[in-house]
């Protein structure tokens, strides 16, 4: 096969418009009649259908990827059905494929030489990398940067967990499905000195 494609990861924190991006993609490669793909990990359950939905309301139908998807299955059985090679496979949410699914990715590219994009976040409320994330960063051609301001100013890097009364959390599960009620970016000063913060409110909570 002499296509060449790429395996790109295109991360941010919440709120950067990733999923806008991915859809705006999505909507000029129809307008230029070009084949792909819209996948999304099942884990993220906010929409009850199979849609990638952006939070300025714009949508299309995708594909779940279960934790037991072979990916790479999926995508060969597809060609095998339509007899057409996707020139785009797009997916969201990309944090939330395991390491063996990016790998599946790779293969596609290697194998049909379509470009497969990723967007996901790089790291969790803790600050730490997420599996599929940290593969992306390991074996992707092309990595990307979405970028998005802090309200201090500074570039948001952090995920920030937030309870009702807008306090840091740092304790819980990696996966808390979730949008503005539960999630806030932050850079790392502003998450360091709210989470110094939060500490102080519990201290103070527990000595009454």
Do not use: H
């Amino acid at each position: 096969m002499n296509r060449r494609g790429k395996l790109y990861f295109r991360y941010g924190t919440m709120g950067s418009a990733k999923t806008a991006l991915l859809l705006t993609q999505a909507y000029n490669f129809e307008e230029r009649g070009m084949e792909f793909i819209c996948m999304k990990p099942i884990v993220d359950t906010r929409e009850k259908e199979n849609v990638i939905k952006s939070r300025i309301g714009i949508k299309r139908e995708c594909l779940w990827i279960y934790q037991d998807t072979d990916i790479y299955e999926l995508v060969k059985n597809i060609y095998e059905e339509t007899l057409v090679v996707k020139d785009w496979i797009l997916i969201d949410e990309a944090q939330f494929l395991s390491q063996e699914q990016v790998d599946q990715l790779a293969r596609i590219v290697d194998d049909y030489g379509c470009n497969v994009v990723c967007y996901g976040l790089r790291t969790d409320f803790q600050s730490k990398m997420f599996e599929g994330s940290r593969r992306l960063f390991e074996i992707a051609d092309t990595i990307d940067e979405i970028k998005s301001t802090c309200s201090c100013g500074r570039k948001t890097i952090i995920n920030a967990r937030i309870d009702a009364d807008g306090s840091v959390i740092t304790d819980g599960n990696q996966v808390m499905i979730g949008g503005d009620d539960k999630y806030i970016a932050m850079c790392r000063r502003c998450w360091r000195n709210k989470r110094l913060e939060s500490s102080e409110k519990n201290s103070l909570f527990k000595e009454n």
